[in-house]
């Protein structure tokens, strides 16, 4: 055994059981593949250490969810349908024909009005792996069909549902990854807008907006007067540190 891990093997005898065209890539990492390439044998991609380490961490993961969830939590996993009616709003929907004339099926978009039922039905605490349908155009953040962790609670508040998510991420983390630290650093959405300027910052980015306002109070630059003088008007800035 070589320290990588891998095997050497002493071959005695060898029998040839079924021969095999040249395949279109090798099989290995470091061999560079284009992503048409991929997807076209796609049964030769899923071979490769990344994409089963990927497939396998995540089972790992769903698992140890499942574990958190169900077992320390009360948490029961429940399998919504996924033919359902119309409901409009939001994302357009993929709508499915069925046996009967002028009746259609459509894919959910999340399992919103299943898992309410749940509630009212005495099930307080939901979840499941879910399976989400949306007809979106193609974005980076948008796919047509994802995978969600659908979670509902009856009865719970802010700070409840906020640790319940960390100790869930902490629990299901990889054991081979950095440990997650909880609590998680928040920030208001004033504080965000503040100091960012958007409501979902990057937060790694390290050069926040400054209120600069006190330095121009008495400035005669005239956008400036203008700007300080309206309700809520203020200067900010970006500070860049000096060879940056």
């Known amino acids: 055994k070589m320290p990588t891990g891998e095997i050497e093997i002493k071959v005695k005898t060898a029998e040839l059981l079924n021969s095999c065209k040249k395949l279109p890539f090798e099989i290995k990492d470091f061999v560079k593949k284009t992503e048409a390439l991929r997807l076209q044998y796609r049964y030769l991609d899923l071979r490769s250490f990344q994409m089963?380490?990927?497939?396998?961490?995540?089972?790992?993961?769903?698992?140890?969810?499942?574990?958190?969830?169900c077992?320390?939590?009360?948490?029961?996993?429940?399998?919504?349908?996924?033919?359902?009616?119309r409901t409009p709003g939001g994302a357009k929907e993929f709508v499915i024909p069925s046996r009967e004339p002028g009746k259609f099926y459509c894919l959910p978009q999340?399992?919103?009005?299943?898992?309410?039922?749940?509630?009212?039905?005495?099930?307080?605490?939901?979840?499941?792996?879910?399976?989400?349908?949306?007809?979106e155009g193609s974005r980076p953040d948008r796919q047509p069909e994802f995978t969600q962790i659908d979670i509902e609670m009856s009865f719970v508040d802010q700070t409840g549902i906020r640790s319940l998510i960390e100790g869930l991420l902490?629990?299901?983390?990889?054991i081979d990854k950095d440990p997650v630290v909880?609590?998680?650093?928040?920030?208001?959405?004033?504080?965000?807008?503040?100091?960012y300027g958007t409501d979902k910052p990057d937060t790694r980015f390290g050069m926040k907006i400054i209120d600069i306002s006190d330095l121009f109070r008495n400035t005669e630059v005239g956008f400036l007067q203008d700007a300080l003088s309206k309700p809520q008007g203020a200067v900010k800035a970006i500070r860049v540190s000096e060879g940056t």
């Not at 089963?52 to 499942?66: A, C, G, I, T, W």
């Not at 902490?170 to 990889?174: C, E, G, L, M, N």
């Not at 909880?182 to 100091?195: G, M, N, Q």
């Open 52 to 69: 089963q380490y990927n497939l396998r961490l995540r089972s790992q993961m769903v698992m140890k969810m499942r574990e958190y969830l």
């Open 71 to 85: 077992n320390l939590h009360g948490f029961v996993d429940i399998e919504t349908p996924t033919l359902f009616k």
């Open 110 to 135: 999340s399992p919103q009005q299943f898992k309410q039922l749940l509630m009212v039905g005495g099930l307080d605490r939901y979840f499941q792996v879910a399976r989400c349908y949306r007809d």
């Open 170 to 174: 902490q629990y299901s983390w990889p």
């Open 182 to 195: 909880v609590p998680f650093p928040s920030l208001t959405f004033a504080e965000a807008l503040a100091s």
